[in-house]
Each structure stands twice: as C-alpha cells, then as structure tokens.
C-alpha cells in the first residue's frame, strides 16, 4: 500500500523545486528588457560576474513561484492525507 503512494510523495516533496527553477524560464520570455542580476559589472577576465542568464526577472519569478507551489502543498496537504486514510482504510 505505501510502495504506491511514495512517488505521489517524491513529487510533492519536490514540486517547489521545479516550479522555483521552471519559471524563471517561461517568465523572462515575456519580458522585453530583462535587467541583469549583478547589473552588468565585469569581473577581471572582462567576463560579466554571473553572465547573461541571471536577471532580476527570474530571480523574483522563481522566488514568487516557489512560495505559491508550497503554498498550494500546504492547502492540499489535509486533503491528500485525509484521501490516504480513506484509501488504506477501505483496502
């Protein structure tokens, strides 16, 4: 009975993970001008410090993303272990 529910887990327990990382993706896509994270400054290489792919945009997306998955979890976390109970207890 548990061995069927420990994906189901592994997936909640992971899930603001990938909605933290994922969305920094889809929403920097939408933003015109996206504003570097460490606002152009070079190192001594001439290289920029943490280069192109990190923006403030991502860095608040992801950030936004993160605290709604969890939420969420937390909203349905009574309900899927109440769905459990009735579930084993029926079996």
């Not at 009975?1 to 990938?18: G, N, R, S, V």
């Not at 920029?48 to 993303?65: N, Q």
């Given at each position: 009975?548990?061995?069927?529910?420990?994906?189901?887990?592994?997936?909640?327990?992971?899930?603001?993970?990938?909605a933290t990382?994922?969305?920094p993706v889809?929403?920097?896509?939408?933003?015109?001008?996206?504003?570097?994270?460490?606002?152009?400054?070079?190192?001594?290489?001439?290289?920029?410090?943490?280069?192109?792919?990190?923006?403030?945009?991502?860095?608040?997306?992801?950030?936004?993303?993160?605290?709604?998955?969890?939420?969420?979890?937390?909203?349905?976390?009574?309900?899927?272990?109440?769905?459990?109970?009735?579930?084993?207890?029926?079996?």
């Open positions: 009975m548990k061995d069927l529910f420990d994906p189901l887990m592994i997936m909640a327990y992971i899930f603001p993970a990938y990382n994922g969305a889809i929403f920097v896509r939408l933003v015109k001008n996206p504003h570097p994270l460490d606002g152009g400054t070079l190192f001594l290489d001439g290289k920029r410090i943490l280069g192109d792919g990190k923006t403030l945009e991502g860095l608040i997306s992801g950030l936004i993303a993160g605290i709604i998955a969890g939420f969420v979890l937390t909203l349905l976390q009574a309900f899927l272990y109440r769905c459990f109970l009735e579930f084993v207890l029926l079996c």
